[in-house]
């Protein structure tokens, strides 16, 4: 099809020198001569439309107001003398007289491009019958010599081997095995081809055929086709009769047309006008070629992104808990502590370090602890207040606003300000200074727990406890208490707030000329009234439900409200007003206000490897006395302690727990209010669990951490009794912790922390935190058919312990493993079993 930009051609002008008909003179047009004009490229004049209509005027007007720097100085003269009002500029895209514009210096010429005459048919091609050509017969031009001296013919003899072997081994069996072949003295050894730089041809001449042919373009839709396949179309225009032209054009059949589609078309606008019908949604949702290169299959392997290690502190010294900084990113906070007890000094001893990705060689912040912390956390109202559990039972609370700055990225060039107070450096080296923040309060021992604190979580802003445990409002609208637990059979809740009674006596000796020591409660420590004094609000005892004694809790896990609609407020990035702590005081809980939606059951992961639900608001007995209440459930699931119970961060009422010892069963999920037992129980086959956690974005991942240094990761929408993929060589020795972490919607971490004091981020791959459509849907229905299946097995369980012996059936002196006339029955029974998983699988789409 010719182009339009060719139509000055059959203008009938004579060319000039330059290459162009003399009534037509190429332009070239700045883009603010094209805006000012309104014929910019490709917007304004396109290749099916290059016409624009110029007025001599503004053109007139433009060349006074720029004189010589106008595009259309160097046709001045010419446009002055033309005729006319109105000058035709026509865009040239394809560059044909070198320009990308020219300009139309005579009416004729305009005339002729904007309406061209028009052709008149012949005659004779009405009558023509258009018939398919026939193949002529070939001619021979001695093509065929060349092609038959290009051809490849074999021209070396072929080679004869012969393969031989002893007469002695005939029929004998043939053992393969590997060897290598530059040991064996009769073996044949391989050559294997390779470019050798030292030796090369160069070409001095080739034949190769040129052959012309038109522009070729192919284009596809979707389908990826495996082989080419000739293949011709042939149409033809339909048209209509004379009966359904009018039956068409009947007005009547028109106007009910319109009164059908009227609806649809305005709804269509409506949301044409509502939402962006030309965005692409697949950009945006965060697969496209910037993200990672969809090639079928994505990777999964997850890459190191960084590592932290300190030799200076880190040296011998096991990491047992790790966390991200709520609201400082890139900053994440470890335990230090001494994997052989020595005497605690100064510079070996304790810590809480904090690094950074700005330097993830050196800590930031040291948090001076009196014993071996095993766990800690941070304030959910509050990040600047940590609170952490020691090995010896004693609480301790660190304040390290003052100290914020050091954690702060620093830009090239800035000097760090001194902290003003009680900075203690392990060396005297003057030079990287590290701050040691000493704790701002520690719980007396005689109230403390008497074993090692395992698991602290604060309570949230929303509501508080009384002694008794019940929950009520919280009107400071910030977290003031906390929980504890240790193997010592107990839990007990702690308040940061200055007891009634303390502050009493604090007000009657400053009032009568106090000591010196009360003078400390107007200095920079606001948990001055808490040191050495703190006491718990009130103590929970586990009593064991089967045996005397007391459960030896390790881990426990609450969620707070009963409702799913009820939502924890997050940590904002400003904290806002900081209280004075040193001056609340916890109220009496009489004019509070109590709270029905809060959910007082816990779960909890004992050192025997059980699993107990329990409630933590004491009961009143017969005789109107408080007293701990009775576990509702327990079962004995692990073999030994339990190191995990983490929450699902898309269903509430989804529990994780693992232990870390080999056993039948390492990893279990469990569902709040079920108190049947777990809905799944996944064997590790090889290594033993040590720590596990959820995936932030996908509902049905979580992750399993290896006393071998394993990662592996579990999607129970693929795969229950094993994990969709297993990483070796995370760490150089037994992973302790692992914490995941959201930088953004295309960049998400997983920190891994071992026993010889390394952290390692990696970078988790999009195929783990990209979630499909509907995933959390089906994970919900996978989670129902699960309880379904746990209430039917325990049903027929009950059916089969309730079918009555056969008579004169002795079943109490059978042996354990004789046969009996039940097993048929039973048989049958665990069939019907079997065909009912097989359909609660096919529904679910885990069947092959």
Known sequence: MPSKTSSANSTGSKSNDQGHPEDIIPMVLTS???????????????????????????????MKAKAAVSDFSPVKQIILDYPESELLLVFDRDFTYGQCFYLVTTPEAKEKILNPPESEPEEDSVNDIIKTPEPKEWVSLGSEKEIDEESLRETRVKLLYKFSRARKEFGMPVSFSDRNVADAKDGNLECVSFADRRFNIKLMQRDCAVQAIPDIQSSSAQTQWKYMKNSCTQYTPGELNEKEKEKTLDPKSINDFCNTVANRVLHALQQEDIMNVFKDDWMALGTDHEDFEWTGK??????????????????????????????????????????????????????????????????????????????????????????????????VLWEISAYVACLMPVTHGAKHESVKTGVLDLEDNKENKVPIVRYSAMSGVENSHTGPITDVHWLPQTFEVTAQGMPVENKYNISVQLITCSPDGSFMFWDIRMPKQLRQTA???????????????????????????????????????????????????????????????????????IPDYSQLQVPSGKGLAALEDVNTKIYIGTRDGEIVYTDWKLEKNDLDQLIHPKPLCSFRIHPCLVNTIDRSPFFKDI??????????????????????????????????CTVACWSLTRPAVFFVGKGDGKIEVWNLLEKTGEAVHVQEHMTNGKITCIKPWTVSSKQHFLALADDVGIVRVFQIPPVYYIAPRNERVNMGKCIQQQQERLNDLLRR???????????????????????????????????????????VLQGMGLTP
């Open 32 to 62: 603010a001569t094209q805006e000012l004009f309104g014929c910019r490229a490709d917007e304004d004049v396109t290749a099916e439309n290059p016409y624009k209509l110029l007025k001599k005027d503004d053109i007139i007007e433009d």
């Open 298 to 395: 994505l990777s999964d392997v997850l890459m190191l992104y960084q590592a932290f290690t300190d030799n200076k502190y880190t040296q011998d010294k096991g990491i047992s808990c790790m966390h991200w900084h709520p609201t400082i990113h890139g900053v994440i906070a470890v335990t230090l502590a001494e994997k052989k007890k020595q005497q605690w000094t100064m510079s070996k001893g304790p810590l809480i370090g904090f690094y950074s990705f700005s330097d993830p060689t050196h800590i930031k912040i040291l948090l001076e602890c009196p014993d071996d912390i095993l766990t800690f956390e941070f304030c959910p109202s509050d990040p600047n207040i940590i609170v952490g559990g020691c090995s010896n039972g004693q609480i």
């Open 507 to 577: 007000s009657d000796k400053k009032q009568s000329d106090s000591e010196p020591q009360m003078a400390n409660y107007s200095d920079n420590n606001p948990f001055k009234h808490l040191d050495k004094t703190w006491k718990p609000l009130f103590k929970v005892s586990l009593v064991h439900m089967e045996r005397g004694g007391e459960y030896a809790p390790l881990r426990f896990s609450l969620d707070y409200y009963t409702s799913n609609n009820t939502t924890i407020p997050e940590i904002a990035e400003d904290p806002g007003e």
């Open 655 to 688: 529990v994780l727990t693992g232990t870390s010892l080999y056993g039948s069963c390492n990893i279990a999920i469990w569902k709040e209010g079920v108190l049947d037992g777990p809905l799944f129980l996944m064997p590790t086959l090889e290594g033993h």
């Open 797 to 839: 369980r009950e059916l089969w312990q309730n079918q009555p012996a056969p008579a004169g059936k002795k079943v109490a002196t059978e042996k354990p493993g004789s046969p009996t006339e039940e097993e048929p029955d039973e048989m049958k029974e665990y069939d019907d079993f079997l065909v009912l998983e097989e359909n």
